[in-house]
């Protein structure tokens, strides 16, 4: 079975502290994602890598940085945690391939708190 | 990706049958249509994927009409356990590089 493991399942911080999710997946899918989703909103991308060292910006990178020094992590960096970004955050990877790059696997999700 | 639109909500009752559908007008070529189940605190599941006609595996099936620009999601009898947010996603990519962007998808719920 494919596997994607989030670092922790409940997060708290404060503002202003740095803070790193982590996502490793089993499978050695080249493409990795990050996503958040708040009540409402639905999944919104914040930032995606389909390579080691390559990221590309999702639809709301504003806050966030991205790592991907080895294919099986993927890690998403908040430099000074901020309340908005409470949010519930997912990770997500899929394999390249003209039919598969759609079926994607999720992680169990980060739900994290900044106060 | 192409955009896609899906209500966003649906009730229904237990035992019945539910047709979620959802409009591509913009869907390319080479283009899948790809659905995705989601349960409260969990990551979203792939249910199904197809790319015209019809598809049917033991979740679920998946019309396409001959123009693409349309899929229904069948669920065949749902049960409470099927209350969930279901996704509908178009794209395809034969690089590396698909940015998997999802809509706002349709919140099932099932009655007993």
């Known amino acids: 079975d494919v596997k994607v493991t989030q670092s922790s399942r409940y997060l708290v911080k404060r503002t202003g502290e740095k803070v790193f999710l982590e996502c490793v997946q089993d499978?050695?899918?080249?493409?990795m994602f990050w996503y958040r989703q708040d009540p409402g909103l639905g999944l919104r991308l914040i930032y995606f890598?389909?390579?080691?060292?390559?990221?590309e910006k999702g639809d709301i990178p504003e806050g966030y940085s991205v790592s991907r020094e080895k294919k099986e992590r993927f890690s998403l960096i908040l430099e000074s945690a901020s309340t908005n970004q409470t949010s519930m955050y997912l990770c997500?990877?899929?394999?390249?391939?003209?039919?598969?790059?759609?079926?994607?696997?999720f992680g169990q999700g980060t739900r994290l708190t900044v106060v | 990706l192409a955009k896609t639109t899906q209500p966003i909500s649906m009730d229904s009752y237990e035992g019945q049958e539910v047709n979620i559908t959802c409009s591509h007008n913009?869907?390319?070529?080479?283009?899948?249509i790809t659905w995705y189940q989601q349960f409260p605190s969990q990551g979203p599941r792939f249910i199904i994927q197809?790319?015209?006609t019809k598809v049917t595996n033991e979740v679920a099936s998946l019309f396409i009409p001959a123009d693409r620009k349309s899929s229904t999601l069948s669920l065949p009898r749902v049960s409470l356990s099927d209350t969930a947010v279901y996704y509908c996603?178009?794209?395809?990519?034969?690089?590396?590089?698909?940015?998997?962007?999802f809509g706002g998808g349709t919140r099932l719920m099932v009655k007993p």
């Open positions: 997500a990877s899929t394999p390249i391939g003209f039919r598969k790059n759609t079926e994607a696997f």
């Open positions: 499978m050695d899918h080249e493409n």
């Open positions: 913009n869907i390319a070529t080479n283009d899948y």
């Open positions: 890598s389909y390579d080691v060292k390559m990221k």
């Open positions: 197809g790319y015209k």
């Open positions: 996603l178009v794209g395809a990519n034969n690089n590396a590089g698909n940015m998997l962007t």
